[in-house]
């Protein structure tokens, strides 16, 4: 598996600033997603889609055109284009918000798909990101986060969280129809969160 990073960019809200590509790291534009970046004065190495969102088909060398009628979404495309190369570690943006939410819902089930096969995964947006944990455990920092909200994924996940002001130090049982985990806060500068299950972890800055 490659150490860097693979940013995919859909077509949902796109925050240019919270895209910083380091050597070694890949980025991949999702329809839309290409129309973001180039706005933004920003490159992309592979570009895919069915290019419905964008409305043409990009200009661009590394272009594969995918069949409006197809069983994935484009950045389900995008994520496994980056399987393909070889990286462990995803990072999604334009993920969230856009003109249709279900899109929203679908990004989060890929990212899901991803952690629970192994991968790392955050979706990023301009006033929140979701990382996803799958039986395991990450710690976080506080920088600009002013609330985290847990949820259990499909079935009830056992959480125990430290540097938090809620549920320090207890073993929590989360269910995936009950939001016991919402509005969460820092109580540290550091916070870890352990998860036996599938969570969905929410941090917000407003």
């Known amino acids: 598996m490659k150490k860097g990073i693979c940013h995919v960019v859909g077509a949902g809200d796109f925050k240019a600033e919270l895209l910083r590509v380091n050597e070694g790291d890949v980025v991949i534009a999702c329809d839309g997603g290409y129309a973001h970046l ?3 004065g920003l490159k992309c190495d592979y570009c895919l ?6 409305g043409y ?12 009628k197809k069983d994935i979404t484009d950045m389900e495309a995008g994520i496994r284009r980056g399987r393909e190369l070889g990286y462990s570690s995803f990072k999604l943006y334009g993920a969230l918000g856009g003109e249709r939410m279900s899109h929203s819902f679908a990004n989060i089930q890929s990212a899901v798909g991803l952690v629970k096969e192994g991968y790392e995964c955050t979706i990023l947006d301009e006033k929140c990101s979701i990382t996803v944990i799958h039986n395991s455990e990450r710690e976080f920092e506080k920088k600009d986060h002013r609330h ?3 949820f259990a994924y499909e079935e009830e996940a056992r959480v125990e969280m430290q540097g938090f002001l809620y549920g320090k130090g207890e073993k929590i049982t989360l269910e995936p129809c009950f939001p016991l ?4 806060e820092f109580s540290e500068n550091t916070g870890k969160i352990k998860a ?11």
């Open 49 to 54: 889609g069915d290019f419905d969102s964008l």
């Open 181 to 184: 985990g919402v509005s969460n």
């Open 38 to 40: 180039m706005s933004s």
């Open 196 to 206: 036996k299950g599938t969570i969905l972890i929410f941090f917000e800055k407003v």
């Open 148 to 150: 985290v909200s847990v």
């Open 57 to 68: 088909v990009p200009d661009f060398p590394d272009t594969a055109v995918l069949p409006v």
